[in-house]
């Protein structure tokens, strides 16, 4: 990859953008952004606020990290330029347009990936090794937590602006905090059906749901139950995994894995930055992009999963 183009540069694009700029140095990257763009808030990156001046540079590579109501949009101008894609999750806040963008991606030999980072997260990378090597036996059901106050999310933006607050734009804990249906969906299978409740509780000052509480069954027959909210004091964010033979129980924040058999105890922690998991996961990107091989990750799955959070809204409405 020789060039690359940025979508939007707020607080993930950024991380992205950081990221790339430590592990690819030699990478010449652009930026199409607002007018209002600050021209001196990044070095290193040539700033556009033309969308033809932009795509003129003719990129390797689009990084969509805008609204997630433009995801799409966005992404079959850069698909249609020949540009590899990494799409920051969630794919979309509809199906719409989803399917084109696929179409259009497979038919001109893009890699596409959806940003979902905590597949590299070492508690479940750990976690599905050993419900692949069958350590709990059978599993019946799982649980999985997220809580985390949105005020906290952004120290220097008013959450009340954010994108998080306006449904419109995709904002709300379904697709905000899609990490959880995505991992849940990597981890355990497609989603056959659903039983959500979707609203708000909190006096947050927002117009999207500050909360999901979501069961849903697999295709394999295990039975989850997903909680994801807003307004959490203190940040929380867990998976309890049942089995016939014992019980998987990660925090993520902590970096910590326990399992319960009836013939040992294991207890398992692991340290790591956040970053780290943002920078395997460009690596593995970028590998796919090399090698021409499709991304675990690519628009297709991302559909998939998308598909299980807005039929989870859709069950609740």
């Known amino acids: 990859m020789d060039t690359a183009l940025f979508f939007g540069l707020g607080s993930i694009g950024s991380r992205h953008l950081s990221v790339l700029q430590e592990l690819y140095s030699s990478v010449d990257v652009h930026a199409y952004r607002s007018r209002t763009a600050d021209p001196d808030a990044f070095p290193g990156v040539i700033q556009h606020d033309e969308l033809d001046e932009a795509l003129s540079v ?13 995801h799409v949009e966005t992404a079959i101008t850069a698909a249609e330029h020949g540009c590899h894609l990494f799409i920051e999750k969630p794919l979309s806040d509809s199906l719409e347009g989803t399917e084109q963008l696929y179409r259009i991606a497979d038919a001109n030999d893009l890699i ?32 999985v937590f997220s809580g985390s106050y949105l005020p906290d999310w952004r120290p220097d933006q008013d959450y009340r602006d954010s994108y998080s ?5 995709g904002g709300g804990v379904v697709l905000d905090l899609i990490h959880e249906i995505d991992y849940a969906y990597w981890l355990f299978g497609d989603v056959v059906d659903t039983r959500s409740w979707v609203g708000q509780l909190s006096e947050l000052e927002i117009e999207s749901e500050d909360l999901t509480e ?9 039975v989850g139950q997903i909680h994801l909210d807003y307004y959490r004091p203190e940040p929380r964010r867990t998976i309890e995994i049942v089995g016939s033979d014992g019980i998987i129980t990660g925090d993520l924040l902590a ?17 790591f930055e ?33 598909e299980i959070a807005l039929g989870i809204k859709s069950d609740h409405e």
């Open 112 to 143: 596409t990936y959806i940003a979902c980072v905590f597949r590299f997260h070492p508690v479940l990378t750990y976690i599905k090794t050993q419900l692949e090597n069958e350590l709990i036996g059978t599993v019946y059901n799982y649980r």
């Open 165 to 169: 607050a306006d449904p419109e734009m």
């Open 58 to 70: 003719d990129p390797d590579v689009a990084f969509i990290t805008n609204p997630t109501s433009l």
């Open 274 to 306: 956040r970053n780290d998991l943002f920078r395997s996961q460009l690596s593995h990107f970028l590998t796919h992009v090399r090698n021409g091989e499709p991304c675990d990750n690519d628009v297709e799955q991302g559909m998939t999963v998308l």
């Open 255 to 271: 970096g910590i894995v326990t399992v319960e058999t009836n013939q040992q105890t294991i207890k398992k922690e692991f340290e």
């Open 214 to 222: 979501a069961v849903l069954r697999m295709n394999s027959d295990v």
